[in-house]
């Protein structure tokens, strides 16, 4: 294989497309998402996880994995600091939809997953809320006094919404989920979601549906209710904070002590960012389109737009987003 220059510019992969029982076809209406089908739940736009591994799909890389690209330009993708951290990029990003009920589930944290799975790995996510229509409900944490009896009983029952905080969610409203936080959402609403990279769920119930076997799927009920926090649920909605001294709108989503989530709001305009050497950045598109420009004197040029997301490489350094008009992009990283 010829030798060639380490991957210094917004890298683009193919989205992963999941269809879920509880999907619909809101990805491909809302984010642009053309290949998503009329049932798809999730679109997984960085992944390296076993079986799922995003592909570039732009520059000189294209059609190269993430794994492929991490095992050769380790240091320049993930950063100074992260490749020695992390064996693997240590972020899931995704689009969902949930156009009827996503099981009621609950995640793990680090310590139980080292103990109990295979991966290691526990589960802290953030929900962006980019479109909500009026039905739309979010499920975050047990009603302040519900006991485990309580929730049990109302389990068993087929009751158990008795005893969940159900909220209405609105555009820009921000759901954090650590773990150990019992969640759901359904009503067609569609999120950003920022995780660990993990993939593993505890369901406590699927509101009593089959899947395509006609059989109910898997519960797992016990798992569930070992790592289930009943009584310090936190804070149900963030709400944006402005980062004051940027020549542009910055704002802080969540700052958890697995990633940061901040937003870059542009309108016709060109800003300058300078790529930080000790971690990487995931852009992802929630609205407007423009470009990138990066590489000598910035005469390179990446579009984006809407439903798209974009990694950023630790050694790309310096480098232009152009904004053709009303441009919102979420910044995901790991400090």
């Given at each position: 294989?010829?030798?060639?220059?380490?991957?210094?510019?917004?890298?683009?992969?193919?989205?992963?497309?999941?269809?879920?029982?509880?999907?619909?076809?809101?990805?491909?209406?809302?984010?642009?998402?053309?290949?998503?089908?009329?049932?798809?739940?999730?679109?997984?736009?960085?992944?390296?996880?076993?079986?799922?591994?995003?592909?570039?799909?732009?520059?000189?890389?294209?059609?190269?994995?993430?794994?492929?690209?991490?095992?050769?330009?380790?240091?320049?993708?993930?950063?100074?600091?992260?490749?020695?951290?992390?064996?693997?990029?240590?972020?899931?990003?995704?689009?969902?939809?949930?156009?009827?009920?996503?099981?009621?589930?609950?995640?793990?944290?680090?310590?139980?997953?080292?103990?109990?799975?295979?991966?290691?790995?526990?589960?802290?996510?953030?929900?962006?809320?980019?479109?909500?229509?009026?039905?739309?409900?979010?499920?975050?944490?047990?009603?302040?006094?519900?006991?485990?009896?309580?929730?049990k009983s109302h389990l068993q029952?087929?009751?158990?919404?008795?005893?969940?905080?159900?909220?209405?969610?609105?555009?820009?409203?921000?759901?954090?989920?650590?773990?150990?936080?019992?969640?759901?959402?359904?009503?067609?609403?569609?999120?950003?979601?920022?995780?660990?990279?993990?993939?593993?769920?505890?369901?406590?119930?699927?509101?009593?549906?089959?899947?395509?076997?006609?059989?109910?799927?898997?519960?797992?009920?016990?798992?569930?209710?070992?790592?289930?926090?009943?009584?310090?649920?936190?804070?149900?909605?963030?709400?944006?904070?402005?980062?004051?001294?940027?020549?542009?709108?910055?704002?802080?989503?969540?700052?958890?002590?697995?990633?940061?989530?901040?937003?870059?709001?542009?309108?016709?305009?060109?800003?300058?960012?300078?790529?930080?050497?000790?971690?990487?950045?995931?852009?992802?598109?929630?609205?407007?389109?423009?470009?990138?420009?990066?590489?000598?004197?910035?005469?390179?040029?990446?579009?984006?737009?809407?439903?798209?997301?974009?990694?950023?490489?630790a050694k790309i350094g310096e480098?232009?987003i152009v904004s053709h008009g009303?441009?919102?992009?979420?910044?995901?990283?790991?400090?």
């Open positions: 294989m010829p030798e060639r220059p380490p991957p210094r510019y917004p890298l683009r992969f193919k989205e992963i497309y999941k269809d879920k029982i509880w999907g619909g076809p809101e990805l491909a209406k809302v984010m642009a998402k053309k290949g998503a089908g009329k049932r798809c739940g999730e679109s997984w736009e960085i992944a390296q996880r076993d079986k799922d591994t995003s592909v570039v799909t732009n520059g000189a890389y294209k059609g190269w994995t993430l794994e492929k690209l991490l095992e050769l330009y380790r240091k320049d993708v993930l950063g100074d600091e992260h490749s020695m951290r992390f064996k693997r990029y240590p972020l899931l990003v995704k689009f969902l939809c949930c156009h009827d009920r996503l099981s009621l589930q609950v995640h793990p944290s680090d310590d139980y997953a080292q103990r109990y799975e295979s991966e290691g790995v526990g589960k802290m996510e953030a929900w962006y809320i980019l479109h909500a229509p009026k039905e739309s409900r979010v499920i975050r944490g047990v009603l302040p006094g519900t006991t485990v009896a309580e929730f029952a087929g009751t158990i919404e008795q005893c969940l905080n159900v909220m209405d969610v609105k555009e820009q409203d921000v759901i954090f989920i650590p773990p150990g936080t019992i969640h759901s959402a359904y009503g067609g609403v569609v999120f950003l979601e920022v995780q660990q990279n993990s993939d593993t769920t505890y369901r406590l119930s699927d509101w009593g549906r089959v899947g395509a076997d006609k059989k109910p799927r898997p519960l797992h009920i016990e798992k569930a209710m070992n790592v289930t926090d009943f009584y310090s649920m936190g804070v149900s909605k963030y709400k944006a904070a402005r980062i004051l001294g940027f020549p542009y709108r910055r704002k802080l989503l969540i700052k958890c002590e697995k990633f940061t989530m901040e937003t870059i709001e542009l309108g016709h305009q060109r800003i300058t960012e300078k790529a930080n050497a000790a971690r990487s950045v995931v852009h992802t598109i929630v609205n407007g389109k423009g470009k990138y420009a990066f590489g000598d004197k910035k005469r390179s040029a990446q579009p984006f737009r809407k439903g798209e997301s974009f990694l950023i490489p480098y232009d009303t441009t919102e992009i979420v910044v995901s990283y790991v400090e």
